[in-house]
């Protein structure tokens, strides 16, 4: 393992049933730093944080935080551990209150400063925290989901497509609030199909393409390479 990394993969691979979905990806995050991991739909991206945090049974290859195998372990010890997912759809409590939504996330003893940073970077929860999770926005959901997550306190947090479906003013505020995270020395895991918002967020950056690595290296190098258009559009 890389002496600065947090996260680490090496010949990671996943299958759902007997497809085969990743391809030996080698991927390193290190501590405060985040990734942008980009790639058409179907390329692996929501694979690859799913066989992170545990999502995912049947993985391969070594998955390691902060040292650390963690490819073998249960979602809920790795929550402990200190990685937390926001998967795609959001998958909030809906009947229950804002509030309620946000305890649900919460281990013992991280509850009170977990929820002051969640109303720093999104005011509007506060005003909503008597609110059920079904009545909001989409774009307050997908902050509240984000915030659920926060309340593990965690050291790395994994986005999986966290502006799909929602307007450009709302996607804007969500990569606002991970900057704040990137300040206050969070590691981001970032799958996005908005490779500019993205790679304005990362250090690095790696292009997924039928679960495989097609390209790596500083975001705004990847960001700016023509080559990037052909690997989204299969030219």
Known sequence: MASDALLEL??????????????????TVGSGRSIAVLGANGAGKTTLLRAISGAIVRRDGEIRFDGEQIAGLPPHAIV??????????????????VTENLDSGTLAGR???????????????????????????????????IGRALMSRPRVLLLDEPTVGLAPRLNEALFAAFRRLREIGMTLVIA?????????????????????????????QIRDNPDLKRLYLGE
């Open 80 to 97: 402990r551990r200190g990685i937390a997912h926001v998967p795609e759809g959001k998958h909030l409590f809906k009947p229950l209150t």
């Open 10 to 27: 090496a010949g990671a691979s996943a299958w759902y049933r007997r497809v085969q979905a990743l391809h030996a990806v080698d991927m």
């Open 192 to 220: 996005e199909q908005a490779v500019r918002l993205a790679c304005d967020v990362a250090d690095e950056a790696i292009v997924l393409h039928l679960g495989r690595v097609a390209m790596r290296g500083p975001a705004l």
């Open 111 to 145: 509850g009170g400063e977990a929820r002051e940073l969640v109303y720093e970077l999104f005011p509007i929860l506060a005003k909503r925290r008597a609110q059920t999770a079904g009545t909001l926005s989409g774009g307050e959901q997908q902050m509240l989901a």
